[in-house]
């Protein structure tokens, strides 16, 4: 399976956009590159995949390099909430196996 | 709330027992997934259910064996415990076979072994 990484923190101040950096050098043609992330005390909940362009959702953007080999999720305005950690997971199209691998992801602070 | 139950919240017992963890996945999901989250492993994927079969396999021990029923619901069995095996067990459900599924989490079960 392809590796990601991420920087172990970042920090941000409340309302100004987030801007969470994800590397895949070794991404294959059929993976998608899909974010979560887990909050305090909860469990991980999706944010938002894509394949090869960008993608907006309620929640965030995803931002994809044109060589695919890194990918950055958009906050557009951090709130309190979103102190998390957040995780850049690949899953491959047609993989045999469904589950997702989880790095150490990126423990994100978001000062008010 | 992402539809995916899990019960017992909280779970606390001794070593050598044997528990039962519980999960109701999404109404529609076929597949349920079980997680184990430990400081120093962090996330750690254990096995996958697809209606009823065994799909996938992870880091789960020989101790450990789950199982899904026909309604779908699953059970993780955990026996002769260790110290080691305290953690936080997360379930979580996706409509079809997995690969590319979003996946739904539940509030996860907080088991300590003393």
């Known amino acids: 399976d392809a590796k990601t990484t991420q920087p172990n923190s970042m920090e941000s101040n409340e309302e100004e956009p987030v801007h969470l950096p994800c590397n895949h050098s070794?991404?294959?043609?059929?993976?998608?590159i899909h974010w979560y992330r887990q909050l305090p005390s909860q469990g991980p909940e999706y944010v938002i995949h894509?394949?090869?362009s960008n993608v907006n959702n309620r929640m965030a953007s995803l931002a994809i390099a044109e060589d695919r080999k890194s990918s950055t999720l958009i906050l557009h305005r951090a709130t309190l909430r979103d102190a998390a950690v957040y995780y850049c997971i690949l899953t491959r199209f047609g993989g045999s196996q469904g589950n997702l691998i989880f790095g150490k992801g990126t423990k994100l602070s978001v000062k008010p | 709330d992402s539809g995916v139950t899990q019960t017992p919240k909280h779970l606390i017992t001794a070593t050598g027992q044997r528990v039962t963890l519980r999960c109701s996945p999404r109404s529609g999901d076929l597949s349920v997934y079980w997680y184990q989250q430990s400081l120093d492993q962090g996330l750690q994927f254990l096995i996958q259910y697809y209606n009823g079969e065994e799909r996938a396999k992870g880091n789960i021990l020989e101790r450990f064996s789950a199982q899904q029923f026909p309604d779908l619901h699953s059970e993780l069995n955990l026996s002769s415990l260790e110290l080691g095996d305290s953690a936080l067990y997360f379930c979580a459900s996706s409509p079809g076979r997995g690969s590319t599924d979003t996946q739904y989490f539940g509030p996860g079960t907080r088991l300590t072994v003393l």
């Open positions: 894509g394949l090869t």
């Open positions: 070794t991404i294959s043609g059929t993976d998608y």
